[in-house]
């Protein structure tokens, strides 16, 4: 089989399929009464096609007898093609003639195509009789050309072509073309060329689908062309129906639904909805049906039959691609977009095996086998569409050929990468509907492609697709009026245009928030060669890792796709108990660059030193596993450092993702601009942002690191990169290389982050917040600074949100902590030098400190008062209570949120006292007298 063998969908871009199918319904699995095989079912699949060599001669094939009997309201088969009416040709839509006939005969041996293949090719069915040969009489002409390619499918070989031969409409040929199998299908095929004079058996050394279906179409002799795939199998009434619709409707091609089929594990079956039921024999021109969307549909070559004169009047062709895939792809676009009259047919007559979906997923020589179909289908395009602009005189580019595929690659079926295809784009675009569709299939095509591959084979191939995106973007201008009922992919289309990294760790989000991690874990194919390891990279790339698992695969895909190959990756593993470890155990395998350290749960500070100690590289980066680097990451250090040699390397970074919006803050911390600096000294670290927090977003020389024994505080779990600058930048002396790139991208918000957690609950940030100021300024007073502005500064700016969003009561012992540090320290009188939201911040707290003093005096003076006086009942002392504390709350929220007005309140609280003790004395005259106190000291009223 050559097609994609799987119909499954994916979310958001990914949805699109191979291109936009039809619905995909559930029935129930019936047994194919056909026959088969009694092995069909077991576990084997189809080997994978491993062919070499270029084209051959053309086998010369003799010809057996064929069958004349046909079932009602069919037309017998004339005597020549043109006795049959069809319609004429448009010259508008003359395909390419660069494929227009088989090569031409040659003895030559050629690499790859010895004269031994050439002679290996052989026909058998030769009119002689055979024993136990069905008799059927002959008929020099078959209505239908039935084409078989066979290679190595023995196990399903048998149910097709029984399933062929029991079809109602007799009068056929069938053609079937073993490719060099080296299983059972040879003799499998003789006994059936000997048991039934319509089967005819070309035979040839090893070169593939498309070399096969060429064969096959050279020696068909009919008025229509079908095609079964060999582990396929079809409907008794397939062929008759399609013939029927089609001459019914005097179409050109009759295009019918289809099932696909499961065997294992369990019998499945589903039917594919390519039309839906009121397009039930409509007549569509396919290349302007619905915008072309038939074209972009999945190419299932197998569900339809098709005009042999309007293939041959066209000369159409399959690509030739030693051992690729999907050959069909290019062969049926063309046939539909010169298509005329095609009938749609809402039966389903052909079984579409899906059990051997594995044969070509990890094959890497197949991996750009669908570019190869597309390259062809570009050609085709732009010659048909510049031939019409030629004839109608509208506007298209001065050549016919397709930007960066020559004839000499087109023919060869080569891969031209579009990269080097953007080198010879045409200078004027080339708009037309055909065209448009082509895009949007190909977009279709790409992603579909992307999504099937081996995880290793995935970005190289993104970048592939995305370097011809680009390009045909940049060709068309625009993207619109594209996708026009698909809102999403326009914006898929210019993210991989723009940034094929970034989508692609996006994908691997978006695929464990859909499927769960577990669903996620893939494993590596057994051939697979990891990347090698190199003693001395240049970058070491620390990663803790810590219950992420959702996001890790973005991340590593980010490091081991890096543009600079001389990396090593360490993953510490910090007590992860998610399915962290075995992804990290999955990448282990799949790349020699990295390696993973495991160790109980210590903290970020604990797993960065671990990482730090591991490294073998000149430089040290540090990622932490929900972010990624961006693919120049590395080579853009290593080209800003050979230029310019430094111990420490800050450069920029962007946030993701937009929702929930990204802090304002940030927008004042991860900008950089470039310059370079010789030394950096505390005052640096004091006044500029960009070395204050956020480790990964610089590069440390790793001698530098191990020369100063610059390691982070073990003992924060929180903030332990401030720390860390606060060490570090102050050594500094060679150099600090200031790099404005935005190379590392930043997860701002995640809900199980450690920030997100910290922030939940705002008492235990602020303590957090206050424990790393308190280690902050005994870091700075270490190092022998004296009291000053910057210093308390720098103190407020780290205490600002902490201590503004922490809630009372809370907060009022956050102050006073905080208050205690700065006193400590001999900060209170160094605030004259600064700036002018840190002074406004500064007197905020004074402020709030004086009147929680003042609150506090009030509190205890009326506290006292009630004391004095005995309540007449519990409830009447609670709502008495209640309306103390409710006045004080009032007054102390008018405290915090205007400062300004702090002495007014004072006054005020100071009359309600007053007033208060006026209510209690006069409460006094109305009580009963004292008469004991009880052991804990409170009164106890005589009884009444």
Not at 417 to 425: E, G, K, L, V
Not at 544 to 554: D, E, I, K, M, S
Not at 691 to 707: G, I
Not at 838 to 858: E, I, K, M, P, T
Request: aromatic content about 8%.
């Amino acid at each position: 089989m050559v097609s994609n063998r799987s119909s499954s969908s994916h979310s958001g871009d990914a949805a699109t399929n191979k291109t936009k199918p039809g619905r995909v319904k559930h029935t129930s699995f019936t047994a194919n009464t056909t026959s088969g095989r009694s092995d069909q079912l077991d576990d084997q699949g189809i080997a994978p096609v491993n062919i070499s060599g270029s084209h051959p001669v053309t086998p010369t094939v003799s010809s057996s007898a064929t069958h004349s009997a046909q079932v009602a309201k069919i037309r017998p088969a004339d005597a020549t093609d043109s006795a049959r009416p069809t319609r004429p040709a448009n010259k508008h839509q003359e395909p390419q003639t660069s494929r227009t006939s088989p090569a031409p005969p040659s003895t030559k041996a050629s690499p790859g195509n010895s004269a031994q293949a050439h002679q290996s090719h052989r026909v058998r069915g030769d009119n002689q009789a055979h024993p136990g040969h069905t008799n059927h009489p002959a008929n020099t002409r078959p209505l239908v050309s039935v084409v078989v390619p066979v290679y190595n499918v023995a196990r399903y070989l048998e149910q097709c072509l029984d399933s062929i031969l029991a079809q109602t409409l007799t009068n056929f040929e069938l053609i079937c073309v073993d490719d060099g199998s080296t299983d059972d299908c040879p003799t499998i095929l003789k006994a059936y060329a000997c048991r039934d004079r319509r089967v005819r058996l070309i035979t040839n050394s090893n070169h593939g689908y498309g070399y096969s279906m060429n064969c096959g179409l050279d020696q068909a002799k009919g008025d229509w062309l079908a095609v079964v795939e060999s582990d396929d199998w079809i409907e008794p009434t397939g062929l008759a129906s399609l013939v029927e619709a089609a001459q019914t409707h005097d179409a050109e091609v009759a295009k019918a639904n289809f099932y696909l089929d499961w065997t294992r594990p369990t019998p499945r079956r589903e039917l594919f909805e390519y039309f839906d039921e009121d397009e039930d024999g409509r007549v569509i021109e396919p290349a302007s049906w619905r915008g072309g969307e038939i074209l972009r549909r999945k190419p299932s070559i197998w569900s339809a039959i098709y005009s042999l004169a309007l293939i041959r009047r066209h000369r159409l062709r399959f690509l030739e691609t030693p051992g690729a895939s999907f050959q069909d792809t290019a062969f049926t676009f063309q046939v539909f977009a010169l298509t005329k009259r095609l009938v749609c047919l809402g039966q389903a007559f052909l079984h579409y095996r899906q059990d051997n979906e594995a044969s070509s997923i990890n094959s890497k020589g197949k991996a750009l086998a669908v570019c190869d179909e597309y390259e062809a289908i570009e050609a085709f395009v732009r010659r048909l569409s510049a031939d019409n602009v030629e004839q109608t005189g509208g506007t298209g580019p001065a050549t016919t050929d397709s930007p960066g595929i020559s004839e000499t690659a087109v023919l060869s079926s080569s891969v031209v990468t579009p990269d080097q295809a953007s080198a010879t784009a045409p200078s004027r675009p080339l708009r037309s509907p055909l065209m448009d569709v082509m895009i949007q299939a190909l977009y279709d095509t790409l992603i579909w492609n992307y999504e099937r591959l081996d995880q290793s084979l995935k970005f190289p191939f993104l970048k592939l697709a995305a370097a011809w995106l680009r390009r045909l973007l940049t060709e068309r201008g625009n993207l619109d009026g594209l996708f026009a009922s698909e809102t999403w992919k326009p914006a898929a289309y210019a993210s991989i245009c723009a940034d094929p990294l970034g989508y692609h760790t996006w994908r691997e989000d978006e695929r464990a928030a859909r499927d769960g991690v577990a669903a996620t874990l893939r494993g590596v194919p057994a051939d697979f060669i990891p990347h090698p390891r190199s003693a001395d990279p240049q970058f070491s790339i620390v990663v803790p890792v810590y219950n992420v698992a959702p996001y890790l695969r973005g991340c590593l895909e980010s490091l081991v796709n890096q543009s600079l190959a001389d990396i090593e990756v360490i993953c510490v593993d910090d007590g992860s108990t998610d399915q962290g470890p075995a992804i990290l155990a999955e990448y282990l395998r799949r790349d020699g660059r990295i390696q993973v350290i495991t160790q109980a749960n210590h903290g970020l500070a604990t797993a960065r030193n671990r990482g730090i100690a591991a490294a073998h590289g000149r430089y040290v980066l540090f990622v932490d596993s929900d972010d990624w680097l961006a693919e120049t990451a590395c080579a853009k250090l290593a080209t800003a450092l050979a230029d310019r040699p430094a111990e420490v390397v800050v450069f920029g970074s962007s946030p993701y993702p937009g929702s929930p919006a990204v802090p304002a803050w940030l927008d004042d911390v991860l900008p950089v601009t470039d310059h370079w600096r010789r030394r950096l000294s505390l005052d640096d670290v004091l006044t500029d942002k960009t070395l204050q927090t956020f480790s990964w977003r610089h590069a440390f020389e790793r001698d530098f690191l191990n020369r100063h024994r610059l390691r982070f505080p073990g003992d924060l779990r929180f903030g332990e990169d401030l720390a860390f600058g606060l060490l570090a930048f102050p050594q500094v002396r060679h150099g600090a290389l200031f790099i404005a790139d935005q190379l590392y991208h930043y997860r701002h918000w995640r809900p199980a982050s450690l920030m997100a957690k910290a922030q939940a609950n705002r008492h235990s940030f602020a303590q957090s917040q206050l424990h790393l100021i308190e280690t902050a300024a005994s870091l700075i007073a270490g190092q022998g600074r004296h009291p000053d502005g910057l210093w308390l500064g720098y103190l407020l700016d780290q205490a600002y949100g902490a201590l503004t969003h922490c809630p009372e009561p809370n907060r009022t012992m956050a102050v006073n902590r905080f208050l205690m540090i700065v006193r400590r320290y001999g900060l209170s009188g160094c605030a004259d030098h600064l700036t002018e939201s840190q002074r406004a911040f500064w007197q905020d707290l004074q402020h709030q400190r004086h009147g929680a003093h003042l609150l506090n005096q009030l509190k205890g003076r009326l506290t006292r008062r009630l004391r004095q006086v005995a309540p007449p009942s519990r409830a009447q002392l609670s709502r008495l209570a209640g309306d103390l504390n409710w006045q004080i709350n009032r007054q102390s929220g008018s405290i915090e949120c205007q400062t300004q007005q702090l002495d007014r309140s004072a006054a005020a609280l100071e009359r309600q006292t007053a007033a208060l003790e006026r209510i209690a004395a006069a409460l006094e005259g109305l009580e009963a007298p004292v008469k004991d106190v009880d052991a804990t000291g409170s009164k106890i009223a005589a009884p009444v």
